[in-house]
């Protein structure tokens, strides 16, 4: 999605100009034409690129309040369009102002909330929108909006917990490197000058220290660039849909942190499609929904098998179990949730318990590696004390 910036020519309120959000400058100039007025001029403009991920990050947060403040005014019997007209004259974010403005504006037009949401994907994912959509079908927008309000609130309390978690093992990782590296640049040399200065013979560990502070200060820059090179590499391998495949299975399988990522993943399949099922979007539907939810692309193909299967007449939890895609335990509960006619609910379930699960082992996945840290940190940081003591002591010997 792309800012234009407009001017067109009415014939009530003479040249008017104003900022819209499409997908192309086509699409734009389609839309506009439908109003019955004379484009003048149309320009791409870009006003958040240099901050545009922080703007993101900040719109994607502000989604929460605005669901639940709607939800909120249209559970009260306030039409749509004037809940908006509400909302927007209470937004203190531009850009999400802008937002409003324009979903307002779209409902004005003879749009459903869903169509106007649509042209900000950036800022509403499909879930969302086809959520909304299947509440506009069904007439239960409000009680939609509500459950969207709780489905985000839960997977933004996931996330930040995911993150306060890794925040101190990745500050004392942080501290760790950054100590080392001072030693080695800064303080090994200068005792190198002063050894180097008695032409005396060192200790091996002195002089593999000494060696690795010349090989970091001289060619540091190679080792940053090869590793940036690698990065970049990786990334455009990444975007080779079979090498892609191929990698997240290797990370799956990774001892402590596999088995986690999996679980994690399944918790945001369950949770995702149970919300969908729940508000009456259609199984098939949701399938292609979730799949592109999904972070993992191994996961991800296996949904686009178990779709197909389930499109030819079989059973999604049988499919799932034979896939591999869900441990015994949640496969149960879905074979139970199937034959009762209750999947959304048995779905959301296991996206509990596995939120939970989830929360438990990185606990103690942090409560594990943090002392590992500090007795790896303090092991280095050893190690390079001990060698200069050594060395120095040396020198000690020498003059007596």
């Avoid at 870009?46 to 991920?53: A, Q, V």
């Avoid at 990786?234 to 080779?240: E, I, L, P, V």
Wanted: charge should be positive; include cysteine; charged fraction near 20%.
């Amino acid at each position: 999605m792309s800012i234009f910036k407009y001017k067109l020519l009415t014939t009530s309120s003479g040249i008017i100009e104003g900022e819209k959000e499409a997908i192309s400058k086509l699409e734009l100039i389609n839309d506009l034409r439908k109003s019955g007025h004379v484009i003048l001029n149309i320009c791409q403009v870009d006003k958040n690129k240099k901050f545009g991920l922080f703007v993101n990050r900040v719109n994607k947060k502000a989604v929460l309040p605005f669901t639940q403040e709607l939800a909120t005014l249209l559970e009260g019997g306030i039409p749509i369009d004037k809940s908006l007209s509400i909302l927007l004259s209470g937004q203190d974010n531009n850009t999400i102002k802008n937002v409003v403005e324009d979903l307002l504006n779209g409902i004005k037009s003879g749009k459903s909330f869903a169509e106007a949401l649509a042209n900000h994907t950036k800022l509403f994912t499909s879930v969302y929108i086809n959520m909304i959509r299947a509440g506009e079908e069904g007439g239960v927008l409000p009680q939609v909006l509500k459950r969207l309000g709780s489905f985000q609130e839960r997977l933004q309390k996931v996330r930040g917990e995911i993150i306060s978690a890794m925040i101190y093992p990745l500050l004392l990782s942080s501290t760790g490197l950054v100590s080392v590296g001072a030693l080695i640049v800064y303080v090994i040399p200068k005792f190198a000058q002063i050894f180097e200065g008695m032409g005396i013979s060192l200790p091996f560990s002195t002089m593999v220290l000494m060696g690795l502070s010349r090989y970091s200060i001289r060619y540091g820059w190679v080792s940053i660039i090869v590793a940036m090179i690698t990065f970049f590499l990786y990334r455009k391998a990444m975007k080779d849909k079979n090498t892609s495949i191929k990698m997240d299975q290797k990370k799956l399988k990774l001892p402590l942190m596999g088995n986690l990522l999996w679980k994690m993943q399944i918790s945001r399949f369950a949770r995702t499609l149970g919300t969908l099922l729940e508000n009456g979007v259609p199984l098939l539907k949701s399938m292609d929904i979730v799949k592109d939810v999904l972070s993992n692309q191994y996961l991800a193909d296996i949904l686009s098998t178990v779709k197909t299967d389930v499109k030819e007449g079989a059973s999604l939890t049988v499919s799932l179990a034979q896939k591999g895609f869900l441990p015994e335990i949640a496969v149960h509960l879905l074979k139970v949730g199937e034959e009762t006619g209750n999947l959304d609910q048995m779905l959301l379930k296991v996206a509990d318990n596995f939120d939970a699960d989830v929360e438990q082992r990185m606990k103690r996945l942090v409560t594990m590696v943090e002392p590992v840290l500090i007795l790896l940190m303090g092991a280095v940081i050893g190690v390079i004390v001990i060698s200069m003591l050594t060395a120095i002591l040396s020198v000690n010997d020498l003059r007596f």
